[in-house]
């Protein structure tokens, strides 16, 4: 369980991110944070892993409160803390399996991660989530080689490959299509929800969120200003965290365009089909 109890960030250029946040994160359960630019998504995020530190409050993951623990002992800490990033963060010369074994890193020494030998146990646990993602058939081609949709899947692999406690996500369908980021997120929560996974996921798209998340967190100016089930997530409250727009326009458009990317998707279907009848 992920508990935040009032989390402040006042940066030296004098602003203040993040207000007084706390919220609990229940074990399994995925929150799909909102927000206009600028709102304290990214800086809420970096400083539960401590990328920046806190200017106060308090973050507890279990028992281990991680705003306290010593910069000795930070490493061991974030092993507890699995990352996927919007740009995947992968090592592109590397293949799918190199790049899932990069989640053992903190667990290994210094020779074994360079001469990339890990145990036999963390390279059974690399393929069997490499088949969990759906990419068994990509296991030895490189990270250059991969669309977007299979780059995302092999992230989600590597932070699990860290046998986390926590899920940390930033942005994981910014550079896919409709259909693939559907696809990303229905695996994201299939895997918490079998794990019993805590996750955090920085998102934009809010009707993404609310299709598939199990709570949404909104920020404002640092301050949290929606927290509640996705139905609840009505246009007089997405006017107060973004500001005055034609939210059911939007929903229209939204919807639209997941139309359009599935007509495509089935032409492009029956058009494999006649061209091997051919």
Known sequence: M????????????????????????????????IGPSGAGKSSLIRCINRLVEPTGGRIFLGDVD????????LRKARRRIGMIFQEYALVERLTVMENVLSGRL??????????????????DKAFALIERVGLSDHVDKRADALSGGQRQRVGIARA??????????????????PKTSR??????????????????????????????????IGLKAGEIVFDGHPSALTNDVLSRIYGDEDWNAQRKAQDE???DAAAVAAFEIDRARHLEQV
């Open 183 to 216: 696809q990303i997120m229905r695996l994201i929560c299939e895997i918490c929800a079998e794990r019993k996974l805590p996750a955090i996921i920085n998102i934009h798209d809010v009707a993404l969120a609310q299709m598939f998340v199990d709570r949404i």
């Open 66 to 73: 991680i705003s306290a623990v010593s910069r000795s002992d």
């Open 106 to 123: 903190g667990y290994v020494s210094f020779w074994r991660s360079l001469l990339r030998r890990f145990p036999q146990g963390d390279v």
């Open 160 to 177: 699990l490959e860290q046998d986390p406690e926590l899920l940390l996500i930033d942005e994981p369908t910014a550079s896919l299509d």
């Open 257 to 259: 365009d997941a139309q």
């Open 2 to 33: 992920l508990r935040i109890e009032a989390l402040e960030k006042r940066y030296k250029t004098g602003d203040h991110a993040l207000k007084g946040v706390s919220f609990t994160v229940q074990p399994g359960q995925v929150v799909g944070l």
